[in-house]
């Protein structure tokens, strides 16, 4: 890690200078990807440029370092636009500093600097592609770059402690310590400003207090505001894998073991659990799903990794941006072998019989369940509500209740398009199994058909799918429309007002099936009957929020044993009891 006052940046080109100050050569730092990507190099930690123009020491920009930038106009014809202004700002205050230099390489900075005029440039050794992208120099015939000789790095310590920084006690530290005015900007954050935003950051005389200013209201020493946005900057770095993208919540984690190989152990499994697509190999495919499938069973975390500790110590932070700040969601410290039986408390309160899913669903693919559903289209996750990404995934680890707003949102969806899926009918058992292993509702969810079950709703869920399946025995498949797509609506909210008309639609489905197969017809009413004997005289004339997840759940039970039992019933004449 880099000291205090550098933080490692993308860098595109080197700039090689000679010892009179003339570019002689411009050198590449790209990866070598198919579309190569700049590499990171430590400088000293760049200016917040929240306003005004404020250069770089020993790096920068194009349009600071050589005055040029990519035309503003797209359909301009010119190669480059002059930016005179970052230009002069940035030489002026490099010969300030470097009016006494000494050392060589700093030397030929400056006559670089005296000597470089945008509007006159050497086009010939200049690329296109280099312009906007940020450069650092190197003498030429030398390794290091400049910014790394000694000379530059005693210049810089210098100028972190030019600012007239009030002392006082550190928040972090305890110390009384120089505190920072303006902390460094985070970067890499889904959704914020790619200049960066802040976490502490006053910037209006309403958010401020005892007539301090900007940090002091929050005091942070200069330390440690560069130790942890340093850390944080390079934990959001996608190549490191060690954030998860979900809405509009930036997931960061690490994990802190005796050695470096069990952290990354940890990291990886916590990775491939909640976002497995980085795995590409089909034989880590295979090996990924079997540790998902151990996990979702419940099985013990020596089981799944025999060698990682379950007492592995696991650091997750849930980030949000909000304007040009970021919002914690949430801030997790606990013990891998905990997260475990957070994740397989999870699985279990979504599991239902028949099970939902061939393989446990991601939490990407739960959210997924929240956007609507469009024939023949992937859902999208900006049709997911943003919020809730966070708040479930909060859910998930800490074993806290699900959010509600989760369970009125599936509602919504049932109600609005109709499309009553395996995945979307488990996110309501799970929000509603959780609230009773909270105690916070009395009554336990079934995992699958419970025919002693006499909550109405329940019940009014079962004899819709009877009902359904009634009639599509009656009319066949191909009917337009079926009883789902016109009545689940407003029978699973409410019933009283649809209830009479669906059961006197069913008489004539059933008479048509009589005719044809009077067994199954005998049976069908029979499983009518059965239900209707342990529902009230009155059918309820409302639903709450809760009971319609209830009706939902008695519809995918009773359907799912429908579709398990149609093939034998229809494939045998069933006679009524007693017939032969």
């Given at each position: 890690m880099h000291g205090f006052g550098f933080s490692e940046e993308k860098i595109s080109y080197i700039l090689v200078l000679s010892k009179e100050g003339d570019l002689v050569d411009i050198v590449p730092n790209l990866t070598a990807d198919k579309k190569p990507q700049p590499k990171f190099i430590s400088v000293p930690r760049p200016e917040k440029r929240t306003s005004g123009i404020k250069p770089n020491f020993l790096w920068d920009k194009t349009a600071y370092v050589l005055g040029m930038a990519t035309p503003k106009d797209k359909k301009s014809d010119a190669l480059f636009e002059l930016s005179l202004a970052t230009f002069e700002v940035f030489k002026k205050y490099h010969l300030d500093v470097l009016n006494n230099a000494v050392d060589p390489a700093l030397k030929a900075l400056s006559l670089f600097l005296q000597n470089w005029n945008p509007e006159n440039a050497d086009l010939t050794i200049l690329k296109p592609e280099m312009l906007d992208t940020n450069v650092v120099f190197q003498l030429d015939g030398e390794r290091q770059y400049i910014h790394e000789s000694q000379e530059a790095k005693t210049l810089w310590a210098l100028l972190l402690k030019s600012d007239d920084a009030q002392e006082t006690i550190c928040l972090i530290t305890g110390k009384q310590l120089p505190i920072s005015r303006l902390h460094p900007s985070i970067k890499g954050v889904s959704g914020g400003q790619s200049s960066g935003v802040s976490i502490v950051s006053f910037n209006k005389e309403s958010f401020e207090s005892y007539g301090k200013e900007q940090g002091m209201n929050a005091p942070v020493s200069e330390q440690a505001a560069f130790a942890y946005t340093t850390a944080l900057n390079y934990?959001?770095?996608?190549?490191?894998?060690?954030?998860?993208i979900l809405g509009d919540t930036t997931l960061v984690f690490w994990a802190q073991a005796d050695d470096s190989k069990h952290a990354q152990q940890a990291e990886s499994l916590f990775m491939n659990f909640f976002n497995p697509t980085y795995v590409s190999d089909e034989s880590e495919t295979a090996q990924l799903y079997a540790e998902i499938e151990k996990l979702a069973k419940g099985r013990p975390l020596s089981e799944i990794a025999p060698d990682l500790d379950p007492k592995t110590q696991f650091f997750i932070l849930?980030?949000?941006?909000n304007a040009a700040r970021l919002s914690i969601r949430f801030w997790l410290q606990t013990?891998?072998?905990?997260?475990?039986?957070?994740?397989?408390?999870?699985?279990?309160?979504?599991?239902?019989?028949?099970?939902?899913?061939?393989?446990?669903p991601s939490t990407w693919s739960l959210l997924m369940q929240l956007a609507p559903h469009r024939e023949g289209q992937k859902p999208k996750m900006e049709d997911v509500p943003s919020h809730l990404a966070g708040e479930l995934m909060r859910s998930i680890l800490t074993g806290q209740r699900y959010p509600r707003a989760i369970l009125a949102q599936v509602l919504a969806r049932f109600r609005a398009d109709g499309h009553i899926s395996d995945l979307r009918v488990a996110l309501v058992k799970a929000v509603l199994q959780r609230e009773f292993r909270k105690q916070l509702t009395k009554e336990e969810i079934p995992m699958s058909l419970d025919e002693s079950n006499t909550n109405p709703a329940y019940l009014l869920g079962r004899l819709f799918a009877v009902l359904e399946n009634i009639q599509r025995i009656a009319?066949?498949?191909?009917?337009?429309?079926?009883?789902?797509?016109?009545?689940?609506a407003s029978a699973s909210t409410v019933p009283y007002s649809v209830y009479p008309r669906l059961l006197a639609g069913s008489k004539h489905h059933l008479s048509k099936v009589r005719k044809e197969k009077p067994g199954l017809a005998f049976n069908l009413e029979k499983e009518m009957g059965q239900i209707m004997g342990l529902l009230p005289s009155e059918f309820p004339r409302h639903f709450s929020i809760e009971n319609q997840g209830r009706f939902s759940i008695g519809y995918y039970h009773q359907k799912n044993t429908r579709f398990s039992n149609t093939a034998k019933d229809e494939s045998t004449e069933l006679t009524p009891e007693g017939e032969e």
């Open positions: 934990l959001l770095r996608r190549e490191n894998k060690q954030t998860i849930g980030l949000a941006p013990e891998f072998g905990h997260i475990q039986q957070r994740l397989a408390e999870h699985f279990q309160d979504l599991a239902l019989d028949p099970l939902p899913w061939k393989t446990p009319l066949g498949d191909k009917v337009n429309a079926t009883i789902a797509d016109k009545y689940y």
